[in-house]
T-cell receptor, first 112, second 116 residues
Framework: AQSVSQHNHHVILSEAASLELGCNYS??????LFWYVQYPGQHLQLLLK??????LVKGIKGFEAEFIKSKFSFNLRKPSVQWSDTAEYFC??????????FGAGTRLTVKP | EAGVAQSPRYKIIEKRQSVAFWCNPI?????LYWYQQILGQGPKLLIQ????????DSQLPKDRFSAERLKGVDSTLKIQPAKLEDSAVYLC??????????????FGPGTRLTVT
């Protein structure tokens, strides 16, 4: 069964700092990869996704993620975080005809 | 477009009682998912419907949990009887999926269940 690991449970940054959140998965076949975000008091929403093509994908609000197939990784990055980026971030993996597996999430706190 | 609707938003019950959650997906979305999210963990898929058929219920505790989507639109998830460890947020999501390809899932606000 596929699994998803997010290395950081809680990350605390100051505004303007750079962000990188790690995500590794165990499934060896063709996968679809997602990052979802949950802002305080709101529901999960899609930040970005990778299905095929350019392994560097750009999402909303200046976020991007890079798919590295050889490392089974899909790390999320943002060059300069804002206070409004405070949220919980979930990496998810889906293989065709398989269910979606989510990581445990990383809580990001951005200090103003 | 209207999002995924869920009700109730909060529910507190005692152990061994029954509870039901309702979900109305985005119009036109063939696939509906129920997830359980325990505090500090990511969402765990309980059951996936495509139209009114079950695609995957391998992680649904079938001795106490049941779900239906009779007309292929809205869905109900039931727990009977509830245990303390069922305390969680129950999320409903929907996607356009009409075949084997993968589409983005849209999530509802969730129902926070507390079992005392």
């Amino acid at each position: 069964a596929q699994s998803v690991s997010q290395h950081n449970h809680h990350v605390i940054l100051s505004e303007a700092a750079s962000l990188e959140l790690g995500c590794n998965y165990s499934y060896g076949g063709t996968v679809n990869l997602f990052w979802y975000v949950q802002y305080p008091g709101q529901h999960l929403q899609l930040l970005l996704k990778y299905f095929s093509g350019d392994p560097l994908v750009k999402g909303i609000k200046g976020f991007e993620a890079e798919f590295i197939k050889s490392k089974f990784s899909f790390n999320l990055r943002k060059p300069s975080v804002q206070w409004s980026d405070t949220a919980e971030y979930f990496c998810a993996v889906n293989a065709p005809n398989n269910d979606m597996r989510f990581g445990a999430g990383t809580r990001l706190t951005v200090k103003p | 477009e209207a999002g995924v609707a869920q009700s109730p938003r909060y529910k507190i019950i005692e152990k061994r009682q029954s509870v039901a959650f309702w979900c109305n997906p985005i119009s036109g979305h063939a696939t509906l998912y129920w997830y359980q999210q325990i505090l500090g963990q990511g969402p765990k898929l309980l059951i996936q419907f495509q139209n009114n058929g079950v695609v995957d219920d391998s992680q649904l505790p079938k001795d106490r949990f049941s779900a239906e989507r009779l007309k292929g639109v809205d869905s109900t998830l039931k727990i009977q009887p509830a245990k303390l460890e069922d305390s969680a947020v129950y999320l409903c999501a929907s996607s356009y999926n009409r075949g084997p390809e993968v589409w983005e899932q849209y999530f509802g606000p969730g129902t926070r269940l507390t079992v005392t």
